[in-house]
């Protein structure tokens, strides 16, 4: 479909389920129209599911850990002839397990779609936005990247990066127009533990943070140009202890939480 019309236009990674899926609802129930990609053929569900917000969509099946498929993105959206307003940096996968017993090509795929295809897909927007002194970028990152996270240690390093690269890009940018925030979400009930293989862990099978309000935090923050934004209250209390608290003591926290079997 070819997204055209006055609208302002938002694009989402990572949006056939989960925050990406409700950061496009989101962004659809704020009057923008969408660009709205995931590498499964759910994208095209959720595409019909978010027409209810009145939005023009185009529903891209792409697989963004290939520098391929992210130029594939780039291509489709300045195919549609407008510029991108806001964009939603917020795909991504993780792996659960001891570093040593993990899979190398598993993690080298977090690690592409995380971090390589992050920064590839916001070299591309956002030098557009800058030149033309406008736009709006939400980087999700996570709680699990402001500590040390055993059993997931790639993907809370991926986090980390994402949320290091978002807070740099927010300096860099300051007097452009372009306003850069960092989503900070907690353990969020999403497809995420799954995926990850990580059902059987405490996190895994504790109560998590709905990505509805995870989203709507998200969205409303980003147009206020907020630098940061939380997931939920409860991030936000646990958020100044990470702060002061040594990295091998919230190792050891984080490491109750992920560790396999320690949900049951």
Request: net charge negative.
């Amino acid at each position: 479909m070819t997204v055209s019309g006055s609208k302002p236009l938002a694009v989402i990674t990572g949006a056939s389920s989960g925050i990406g899926y409700e950061l496009a609802r989101e962004f659809g129930e704020h009057d923008y129209d969408l660009v709205i990609v995931a590498d499964d053929a759910g994208i095209h569900r959720a595409a019909a599911e978010l027409a209810s917000t009145g939005a023009q969509i185009d529903a891209q099946q792409i697989d963004l850990a290939r520098a391929e498929g992210v130029d594939r993105l780039y291509a489709a959206i300045k195919a549609t002839g407008r510029p991108v307003d806001a964009v939603a940096i917020n795909a991504g996968v993780g792996v659960g397990g001891a570093f040593v017993d993990t899979d190398w090509q598993a993690e080298l795929n977090v690690i592409n779609l995380n971090v390589t295809s992050s920064v590839h897909l916001a070299k591309l927007i956002v030098r557009d936005m800058a030149a033309a002194g406008h736009g709006n970028v939400l980087f999700t990152s996570s709680i699990a990247g402001e500590a040390p996270a055993p059993y997931h240690a790639v993907y809370g390093a991926s986090k980390a990066f994402l949320y290091q690269l978002s807070e740099a890009l927010r300096y860099e940018l300051k007097d452009s127009g372009v306003n850069v925030t960092t989503l900070i979400p907690g353990p969020t009930e999403t497809e995420f533990f799954d995926r990850a293989d990580m059902e059987d862990t405490r996190v895994g099978t504790m109560k998590k943070d709905d990505p509805a309000k995870v989203a709507q935090r998200a969205v409303e923050g980003l147009l206020k140009g907020k630098e940061q934004v939380t997931g939920s209250a409860k991030v936000t209390a646990q958020d100044p202890l990470l702060k002061v608290m040594p990295d091998q003591a919230k190792a050891a926290m984080n490491a109750k939480l992920a560790e396999p079997g320690s949900g049951s």
